[in-house]
T-cell receptor, first 111, second 114 residues
Framework: AQSVTQLDSHVSVSEGTPVLLRCNYS??????LFWYVQHPNKGLQLLLK??????LVKGINGFEAEFKKSETSFHLTKPSAHMSDAAEYFC?????????FGKGTRLHILP | DARVTQTPRHKVTEMGQEVTMRCQPI?????VFWYRQTMMQGLELLAY????????DSGMPKDRFSAEMPDATLATLKIQPSEPRDSAVYFC????????????FGDGTRLSIL
């Protein structure tokens, strides 16, 4: 069965330090993968998308993600956290008309 | 900027009442999604449409929920009769092509069933 697993429900980092949000997917072949961000009282916003053209994907607001087939991972990173990055982040997979959401990771930024 | 518009933004009603939520997708988008978000269950895909035809509604309770697209500019999600456990934020999203394209989300309808 296909699944998308976000390994941490909460992550706390200090402002100015790197961010790592982890996502693993389970599939016998590479799916399309996305990261979305949700700020309070808002809908989700696309950060970036992977569709096999390049393994390192750059997104908005300084975020990027690397697709690693050998590890079935698609972790989201940012070199330096900003207070405005505090939000919930969702890893999403798509394959054969099935959309699969991870359960989300809430990112806390400490001053 | 083109946006997905959802109405109403907030709805409070009593158990047993019919609730209709509306969504105007971005012009030109042919795929529409409905989601429900609660603290307990997180984000759940209820249904999605491509070219106004339902493609996957396996996440939607069929006995009380129905989703339709009367035309390309309007999607509706109805609950009849509503129950307190339906209290949630309901999101609509639209996109192009299939689910491997980015989705554009509305800001949601916050529904409270008393």
């Amino acid at each position: 069965a296909q699944s998308v697993t976000q390994l941490d429900s909460h992550v706390s980092v200090s402002e100015g330090t790197p961010v790592l949000l982890r996502c693993n997917y389970s599939s016998s072949y590479s799916p399309s993968l996305f990261w979305y961000v949700q700020h309070p009282n808002k809908g989700l916003q696309l950060l970036l998308k992977y569709t096999s053209a390049a393994t390192l994907v750059k997104g908005i607001n300084g975020f990027e993600a690397e697709f690693k087939k050998s590890e079935t991972s698609f972790h989201l990173t940012k070199p330096s956290a900003h207070m405005s990055d505090a939000a919930e982040y969702f890893c999403v997979g798509y394959r054969d008309d099935k959309i699969i959401f991870g359960k989300g990771t809430r990112l806390h930024i400490l001053p | 900027d083109a946006r997905v518009t959802q109405t109403p933004r907030h709805k409070v009603t009593e158990m047993g009442q019919e609730v209709t939520m509306r969504c105007q997708p971005i012009l030109g988008h042919n795929t529409v999604f409905w989601y429900r978000q609660t603290m307990m269950q997180g984000l759940e895909l209820l249904a999605y449409f491509r070219n106004r035809a339902p493609l996957d509604d396996s996440g939607m309770p069929k006995d009380r929920f129905s989703a339709e697209m009367p035309d390309a500019t309007l999607a509706t999600l109805k609950i009849q009769p509503s129950e307190p456990r339906d209290s949630a934020v309901y999101f609509c999203a639209s996109g192009t092509g299939t689910g491997d394209q980015p989705q554009h989300f509305g800001d949601g309808t916050r529904l409270s069933i008393l």
